[in-house]
């Protein structure tokens, strides 16, 4: 399973701003909306896909992305965002994000790829390219040129963007944003920027800091896996518990021969607390359970640890947008 930085989450609930539930729609993707801002709490993409698609349903979203991107700030990248601002030149600080991006997320890659008019910056992500990936994408575009800007003496501006999905209706905020053709279509997800803006000097540009967090950012990228060993065990062992009832972070800690004190340290290392996972591992529970007819509702409710069939499809509704029943019904007409 794929994971994102929460931050992204938080950032598009900003923007969006009232016209939806934004503290419904995070607590629903497993997020504690008066929680801290942390770069390291981590939540699954395909949450954050869901997400965006629910809001897409409710507001026009047209725009949305670029001012997402637009709010973006280094200071909320925590010490990727350091060492981005450290680095001597924007073609250093972008090469920062594609050996480091890891730190934000296991479902993309970045790469600097020299063009014959300059260089790409460029956003690979594999997967389904569902609506909710495709405002990811343009949102993720919309940072990188925001975070750019950040750090040069004068505006930077890109030669052209490159977006693989099909154009919006209307594209005016984009191009309004980036400041440069806005491609639609492409074959790539990317940045184009001249070899003279990439050469520029940062503002806070300092060699002997950089060196000094890069050698953090390398520590913290060699603690990282995919998905740890530990964030497996604990969700193979709640899900084994759920039957009980909802399980204790003290008693899956024991289970798997820890204290609950190194269990909760050991998994905000991987930016998962005990209380996402537990959400995670119902939800994708109660997902499979579904698409099995021989298990009834009140069935899936006990399984993923509910005493009433009520609380359990508030919760699956909070979860995916639509009633369990719903949810299975709908699997029966595709």
């Given at each position: 399973m794929g994971y994102v930085t929460s931050l992204f989450a938080r950032k598009m609930i900003a923007a969006v701003g009232d016209a939806v539930d934004g503290e419904a729609l995070l607590r629903g993707a497993g997020i504690e909306p008066d929680g801290p801002w942390d770069p390291k709490a981590m939540m699954p993409a395909v949450t954050y896909y869901d997400m965006l698609e629910r809001i897409a349903a409710e507001v026009d979203v047209t725009d949305l992305p670029v001012r997402t991107g637009a709010s973006m700030r280094l200071d909320e990248y925590g010490a990727?965002?350091?060492?981005?601002?450290?680095?001597?030149?924007l073609g250093a600080s972008l090469a920062r994000v594609e050996r480091y991006a890891r730190l934000w997320t296991s479902v993309v890659e970045y790469e600097l790829r020299p063009n014959s008019r300059g260089t790409l910056f460029i956003l690979h992500r594999p997967g389904e390219r569902r609506l909710g990936m495709r405002l990811s994408n343009e949102a993720t575009l919309a940072s990188a040129?925001?975070?750019?800007?950040?750090?040069?003496?004068?505006?930077?501006?890109p030669?052209?963007?490159?977006?693989?999905?099909?154009?919006?209706?209307?594209?005016?905020a984009h191009e309004d944003w980036f400041g440069c053709p806005v491609r639609f279509g492409a074959e790539l997800d990317a940045i184009l920027f001249s070899r003279e803006t990439l050469a520029q000097p940062n503002i806070l540009g300092d060699a002997g800091i950089s060196c000094y967090l890069v050698s953090?950012?390398?520590?913290?990228?060699?603690?990282?896996a995919d998905e740890a060993p530990l964030v497996a065990e604990t969700k193979d062992a709640i899900a084994q518990a759920l039957s009980e009832g909802a399980p204790k972070m003290a008693d899956i800690a024991q289970g798997l021969g820890l204290s609950a004190r190194s269990f909760h340290r050991r998994l905000a290392e991987h930016g998962m607390s005990f209380q996402t996972l537990t959400e995670q591992t119902r939800r994708d529970l109660a997902e499979g359970l579904l698409r099995d007819d021989g298990h009834s509702l009140a069935e899936i409710a006990f399984l993923t640890g509910f005493a009433e069939q009520s609380s359990f499809t508030r919760a699956f509704k909070r979860w995916v947008g639509v009633t369990p029943a719903n949810y299975r019904k709908g699997r029966d007409t595709r």
């Open positions: 990727l965002g350091l060492a981005f601002k450290a680095a001597t030149t040129v925001s975070i750019a800007r950040q750090v040069g003496p004068v505006p930077v501006t030669l052209e963007v490159l977006i693989r999905h099909p154009a919006p209706n209307s594209v005016a953090h950012l390398d520590k913290d990228l060699s603690e990282i």
